[in-house]
């Protein structure tokens, strides 16, 4: 099992950038697939982005294709969510999920964070 810890949110303006890190426990980190989702108020949770065991793939929401950017650090068991041009439709509670087996595109991930608010003013 794995717990994971999201930080980094925040309060900014549009078109700025902001980077989240999701900190796993652990000494598997690698073993896992890592993706996020977010949820915004009165909405479902939504797929925003993940990376493979390796980390030679990513997958991302067409909403935030070529402003987001997903990557994984296994020595320090951490999965980033580097987003730039931000937009006020970004504002959600953003988490982190693990999974260990199947298709790291598919939303069945096993582990969950807590979340991070993110609020992008217009």
């Known amino acids: 099992q794995v717990q994971l810890v999201e930080s980094g949110g925040g309060l900014v303006q549009a078109g700025d950038s902001l980077r989240l890190s999701c900190a796993a426990s652990g000494r598997t980190f690698s073993s896992y697939a890592m993706g996020w989702f977010r949820q915004a108020p009165g909405k479902e949770r939504e797929f925003v982005a993940a990376?493979?065991?390796?980390?030679?793939?990513?997958y991302y929401a067409d909403s935030v294709k070529g402003r987001f950017t997903i990557s994984r650090d296994d020595a320090k068991n951490t999965v980033y969510l580097q987003m730039n041009s931000l937009k006020p439709e970004d504002t959600a509670v953003y988490y982190c999920?693990?999974?260990?087996?199947?298709?790291?595109?598919?939303?069945?991930?096993?582990?969950w964070g807590q979340g991070t608010q993110v609020t992008v003013s217009s």
């Open positions: 999920a693990a999974k260990r087996r199947g298709n790291f595109r598919t939303y069945d991930y096993d582990y």
């Open positions: 990376i493979s065991w390796s980390g030679g793939s990513t």
